[in-house]
């Protein structure tokens, strides 16, 4: 008997959508049945299968690149699907061989899930479940809705092409060329679109499974990070000292086990991770090339298939981001815990062995993309800048008389740098935005056109930019347009200066603190000057 009661049930629903998609690929780690034989002879067609499916493609891919084609912008044209599934080979290639580790990780989850007992850790760990599914959900309908307009939509809305020649040509999914069977016959035709479709889907399936095993890990890792910091509350917050080396010893434990944990997603994820970092730029750029190819051609259907694409990449690298991202903010979340823990309600001897605990949460925790890519996405919203903004109101709503010189100084520096930078930027702005085009004055053409300047170069499709009211409109829209970006630069400065210039004026105020603190003859007050140094340097790092 677990000691989660509840064990089967969570297990289920932790595991359940992972284990689909790596069944899918032969690849997960856990027997089904009883028999090892069976088990081995389905892994093994489920895993030949895949990678036939996968070369079946990428051969014939290959061969008319360079057989078939012979210019380069063509090559162009097709490569980017032969190195996605040139990526996703080497992705597949690496589960496969790295499966024990991804055991061990999973074997490290299930046993969290069995020996969880405390109802709330149990909700917090459901809850981060629940995230990482709608996750992986969204990933696998951003990803095989994708993939199937590229295979399916593209195609169909070529149709079939008739040469001078009185050939027709069927399209594929993607291109391919057989040096002994022409793939425009049948059953050779059939036979290639049923292997180029299945292959679409299968490198699909691999690029969900990749994401759904590290969403699963990293959110995992999130919840035990909570958990550890219930556990480093209870500790401060024990009443009975015979307990507090019981609490001391769990935190401890956790802390240990919950780092070890990561290092191994980390050495697990790492190099296909850097893979999918890497791959999804390369092919953004495949993807901004097509999408202008296409726009030349006024080919809508295949833009928008595109246009897809290029979102589907750029989802792929921000919910890798998003995913160390969190990982990160856990770790900033248990170091601050760490700092600001009620030590003093603590016996002496149990106070000095928090060092550890601080020392070890301030080793910052990430996950590296091939130990090469920090992977994470640092947001920076409206509520982090007004939360900014409340920390320096109540600062001076706080202040005591000497310490409002100190802060007024760094306020009239930071002023001054900002009135500096505004000086520059619009009277540069304003001078490219103005002076420029005026300088050049009216041109007029060989064939008696008058053409007026504006401040950007511009083009609309079924409107002549130099007609009246279109130039007008135009010209006010640049302009504007151009006091927003100038604006939005001074804005950006001013608010980092903001907060330097305060942040200097506080480190001023820390320093008079220490000194107060040293200087103090009357013993009673030493605690409370003590207190008033460490929170304030708590709040300035904060």
């Known amino acids: 008997m677990f000691a989660n009661k509840y064990y089967e049930r969570d297990i289920e629903n932790a595991f359940g959508i992972n284990r689909f998609f790596f069944r899918l690929l032969g690849i997960w780690p856990f027997s089904r049945t009883n028999s090892l034989l069976f088990e081995l002879v389905e892994t093994f067609i489920l895993v030949f299968a895949c990678f036939a499916f996968l070369f079946g493609e990428l051969i014939p891919t290959i061969l008319y690149v360079f057989m078939v084609l012979t210019d380069f912008r063509l090559r162009l044209k097709v490569m980017a699907s032969g190195i996605f599934t040139i990526i996703e080979i080497i992705k597949y290639s690496y589960a496969i061989l790295y499966k024990s580790q991804v055991k061990n990780c999973l074997i490290l989850v299930d046993k969290d899930w069995r020996n969880v007992i405390n109802p709330n850790d149990r909700n917090s760990m459901i809850d981060k479940v629940k995230t990482s599914k709608r996750l992986i959900v969204i990933c696998a309908i951003i990803v095989y809705v994708t993939g199937m307009a590229v295979?399916?939509?593209?195609?169909l809305s070529v149709g079939k092409i008739v040469t001078s020649q009185n050939i027709t040509i069927r399209p594929l999914p993607h291109v391919a060329y057989l040096v002994i069977f022409d793939v425009q016959r049948s059953p050779v035709y059939e036979i290639i679109y049923f292997v180029q479709f299945l292959a679409g889907l299968i490198k699909y399936t691999i690029t969900v499974t990749t994401f759904g095993f590290m969403t699963l890990c990293a959110m995992h890792f999130c919840a035990q990070s909570d958990i550890l910091v219930t556990l480093m509350n209870n500790f401060v917050n024990e009443n009975q000292s015979e307990n507090l080396n019981k609490r001391l010893a769990t935190v401890i434990e956790h802390q240990i086990k919950i780092r070890n944990f990561l290092q191994l997603v980390q050495s697990t994820t790492q190099y296909p991770?850097?893979?999918e970092i890497l791959g999804s730029t390369v092919l953004l750029c495949f993807a901004g090339y097509y999408i202008i190819m296409e726009w030349e051609d006024h080919n809508v259907i295949r833009l928008c298939a595109y246009i897809s694409v290029l979102i589907m990449f750029c989802f792929n690298i921000f919910i890798y981001c998003y995913m160390g991202e969190q990982i990160i903010?856990?770790?900033?979340k248990v170091a601050l815990t760490t700092r600001t823990l009620e030590?003093?309600?603590?016996?002496?001897?149990?106070?000095?062995?928090?060092?550890l605990l601080i020392i070890i949460s301030e080793n910052p925790l990430n996950l590296k993309a091939g130990n090469l890519i920090d992977i994470c996405l640092r947001t920076f919203g409206n509520n982090q800048v007004r939360n900014c903004l409340v920390l320096v109101e109540e600062d001076w709503r706080n202040v005591n008389l000497n310490d409002r010189i100190s802060m007024i100084g760094r306020v009239r520096t930071s002023k001054r740098l900002i009135v500096i930078c505004t000086v520059f930027v619009y009277l540069t702005g304003v001078c490219a935005r103005m002076i420029i085009p005026l300088s050049v004055g009216k041109i007029v053409t060989p064939q008696n056109v008058t053409i007026r300047p504006l401040p950007c170069a511009a083009h609309l499709v079924i409107f002549d930019v130099q007609r009246s009211p279109v130039y007008e409109i135009v010209y006010f829209i640049q302009f504007v347009a151009g006091f927003v970006k100038y604006t939005i630069l001074v804005a950006t400065f001013s608010f980092v200066t903001l907060c330097g210039m305060h942040f200097c004026a506080q480190s001023d105020i820390l320093v008079?603190?220490?000194?107060d603190f040293v200087n103090e003859n009357q013993s009673e007050y030493l605690n409370k000057k003590l207190a008033n140094v460490v929170e304030h340097q708590i709040r300035i790092r904060k």
């Open 512 to 515: 008079t603190l220490m000194n």
């Open 329 to 332: 903010e856990q770790g900033e």
């Open 151 to 155: 295979r399916m939509i593209i195609p």
């Open 273 to 275: 991770s850097l893979i």
């Open 343 to 355: 030590w003093y309600r603590l016996p002496n001897t149990k106070a000095r062995a928090l060092i």
